[in-house]
Structures are given as structure tokens and as C-alpha cells.
């Protein structure tokens, strides 16, 4: 957009005048778009804070974090009022020498004005005489207070879900000061594998009032696990959302025990009938070619007998550890009880399945020195198959073998 000209005669002053007294100017102006950025910008060369913010950077990336919650009901009543109007509040932020110092903003609406057609906002410095009377820069929104005092972590974000607030739980449990936590992406303090399910749910709790909730992973923090929920308010439209983050670490970890107890074997830690129940008929349901290989421990009874429980139970965990890292792909692995395996793979490695593992069976007896060797017996799925019908023909299939033994 063309500047407009400054006639001399009206103020003395031409544009190459105004640029040589930037320097001097005790406050420093600057226009907002309707997204909050910096789309024009007359302040010192130095900035008023002691640096610059230039063009496109989102206005509140130098607040001080007590006081973002301040600017941002400033903001939200600036931009939903008519043209004309303005408002002003003290509050702190960040100088050049990474300090906080108190400034009067006061915004004012010139939406209307076909040449400005922003928000305009100037800052000045509030003298150190007078910035310790003004209440402006202490805490006055009641969700900063309230916020403090829960034992939770509380985010607010803003219309647009970048981060205006951080309470010191949420900062102690992410691992992250207020200022990394307001210019990072919300996504970024998850693990990647979550970050499109926290990108949805902020995107759909901005554009209408609403609440999501979920158990995501966080990355690099000082917890492991929470639970988070997403709320936003508003009639017609959201001014704000809070994020509310819980520390659930232990009771994940507490319910990942109680998965592996109810799904594995407690000896070998392979999956238990129950598990492999599941997996078949999950398989079967999205019918993906399965074979299934019966293993049956020929000689395993003597070892019990002659060594003692403890020799055969360093044997099948031995027999697991062999078989959980076999040959092939994409192999799950059972324990059906005392020295029954299960082993299912894609129907294209049948052919392969029962040599593979009788060859395992030979490693290990070798390596623990008992004469163990072992049947084997083949199933693979046919259409209208349920997981006991396949278990079934694979099981038969053993016995045919062990017969011929």
C-alpha cells in the first residue's frame, strides 16, 4: 500500500522528517489485522522495549505471562466493538535486555478507515515513579487466580489456539517456560503420534463452542502422560478455549500392568489364550490370509521330572525368546499353557512355519542341554472361519504329526 503524502505546509513535517525523528518518539504505533499480527509498525528503530517487533509477529509474544489473559479480553472487546472506540490497560513486557517493564496499551478501532483498516495500538512507557500505584499490572481476571491454586495444569488459548496463559503447574509438568509455551505450536509438546488428534480438536473447539478430551503423550516434559481436555465458551462465536492437563503417569502405567496381567502369560510374557483369541478374530474379521502353527514340547514332561520345575521354566522362556524373534515378519506369538506355543503369521510363511520351528525347538534343547524336540501342526484360515475353527485343524494337524513321530 502507497504511503500517504504529508503535506509540509500543514505540519512542518514531510516523511523523510518523520523517519529522522522515529527515534525520538517517547510511545510507539502500530496497526493489527483481524488476526492479531503486525501489519504496520512506527516506533523507534530500536523499539520502545528496546528491540523491535516486525512485521507478522503475533502482538502477544512479549507479554508477560501474568498479564496475557489481560490484553487478550482487551482484544477481544476491541475487535468486537464498533469503529471508534478504545481501550487501554498496564501491563508488562519482555525489553530488549529480557527484563519486564510496565507499559500503558490502549488500543483503538479504525476498522473503518479505508487507509488504516486495522486495529491501532499504541504503547508507552509507564515512568518507574508511577508503574507501582497502577493496579493494572497485577493479576485482575479471575481464571489467572483460580487457575494458581488448582492442581492441575490450566492452558488459555486465544480464538485462533496459540497459548496466552500458562499457570505454573501446567509450566512444571510440560518442562517449559510461559514464553516457549505462548510461541511453540500446542501440538509440538505431544508426541508426534498424537499431535493430529490435539491439531483436530483445537481446530473444532475454535470454531465453535465445544470440549474434547483425551489421553495424550507428552514429549520431553516432566510427566509421561495426561489427561486433556479442550473447552471453549462463547455464543456466536469463541473468544477463548481452556486446556486443562492432567497428570495420569501412574494410573496409564497402573492400567498398561493390568493389560499385560490380563493378556499375557505371566512366565514368558507372550500372549495367553485369551489374547490370541483376539488377534485371530481380528485377523478373520479383515480377512487377512492366516496361518496358524500349533507347537507342541515333545519330551518336555522328563524335564520337569529329572531337573525340577525351575530348569523347565528357564526352558520355555528360553522357547519364547527363541520364538518371539524368529525368521519371519509380522509374528505373534502365544503361550496356550504348560508347554503348548501358538504362533501366527501370514498364510504366504505356512510352508516355511513348521520346519522354522522345529529348528528352534532343536537350538534351544541344545543350548540348554535337554532332550526337548517338538511337533508341529499347520492351519491356515478358510472362508467362515472363526479363531476356534482354525486353533481346531491346526491342533489336529500337531497330532497328526506327533503320531507319526
Not at 99 to 116: G, L, Q, S, W
Not at 252 to 269: F, I, K, P, Q
Request: net charge negative.
Amino acid at each position: 500500500m502507497a504511503a500517504a503524502r504529508v503535506a509540509p505546509e500543514q505540519t512542518g513535517i514531510d516523511l523523510e522528517l518523520l523517519d529522522r525523528l522515529r527515534p525520538f518518539l517517547a510511545e510507539s504505533l502500530m496497526v493489527l489485522d483481524a488476526d492479531w499480527t503486525v501489519k504496520a509498525n512506527l516506533a523507534p528503530p530500536g523499539g520502545l522495549i528496546g528491540r523491535g517487533l516486525g512485521l507478522g509477529v503475533h502482538t502477544l509474544e512479549d507479554m508477560h505471562p501474568d498479564d496475557a489473559v489481560q490484553i487478550l479480553e482487551l482484544g477481544m472487546q476491541a475487535f468486537s466493538t464498533e469503529p471508534g472506540w478504545q481501550g487501554s490497560k498496564v501491563v508488562r513486557m519482555r525489553t530488549g535486555e529480557g527484563a519486564y517493564a510496565p507499559y500503558e496499551i490502549t488500543a483503538i478501532n479504525c476498522f473503518d478507515d479505508p487507509v488504516i483498516g486495522g486495529m491501532v495500538v499504541r504503547t508507552r512507557e509507564v515512568p518507574t515513579d508511577l508503574h507501582e500505584d497502577l493496579t493494572g499490572i497485577h493479576r485482575t481476571s479471575a481464571i489467572e487466580t483460580l487457575a494458581e491454586v488448582l492442581p492441575i495444569g490450566v492452558l488459555l488459548l486465544d480464538q485462533h489456539g496459540q497459548v496466552v496463559f500458562a499457570n505454573e503447574t501446567a509450566c512444571d509438568m510440560l518442562g517449559r517456560e510461559p514464553e516457549a509455551l505462548k510461541r511453540d505450536e500446542l501440538a509440538l509438546i505431544f508426541d508426534e503420534a498424537d499431535r493430529p488428534q490435539v491439531t483436530e480438536a483445537v481446530r473444532r473447539v475454535t470454531a465453535e463452542p465445544g470440549r474434547e478430551e483425551g489421553t495424550l503423550h507428552l514429549t520431553s516434559a516432566r510427566v509421561e502422560w495426561v489427561s486433556c481436555r479442550f473447552s471453549s465458551d462463547g455464543s456466536d462465536e469463541v473468544t477463548s478455549v481452556v486446556v486443562t492437563l492432567e497428570d495420569v503417569t501412574e494410573r496409564r502405567a497402573a492400567e498398561v500392568a493390568l493389560e499385560a496381567r490380563a493378556n499375557h502369560d505371566s512366565l514368558t510374557g507372550l500372549r495367553n489364550r485369551a489374547s490370541l483369541h483376539d488377534l485371530l478374530r481380528d485377523r478373520l474379521a479383515r480377512h487377512v490370509p492366516t496361518a496358524v502353527a500349533f507347537l507342541d514340547l515333545d519330551g518336555f514332561k522328563a524335564v520337569n521330572d529329572t531337573w525340577g520345575h525351575d530348569r523347565g521354566d528357564r526352558f520355555l522362556v528360553a522357547m519364547a525368546d527363541a520364538l518371539r524373534v524368529g525368521p519371519f515378519e509380522h509374528v505373534e506369538v502365544a503361550r496356550m499353557g504348560g508347554d503348548e506355543f501358538v504362533v501366527v503369521a501370514d498364510a504366504d510363511q505356512a510352508e516355511r512355519l513348521a520346519d522354522c520351528l522345529a529348528g528352534a525347538v532343536a537350538a534351544v534343547a541344545e543350548a540348554e542341554g535337554v532332550p526337548v524336540t517338538g511337533s508341529v501342526g499347520i492351519g491356515v484360515d478358510a472362508r467362515g472361519d472363526t479363531p476356534q475353527d482354525l486353533l481346531r485343524r491346526a491342533d489336529e494337524a500337531m497330532y497328526e504329526a506327533k503320531s507319526r513321530r
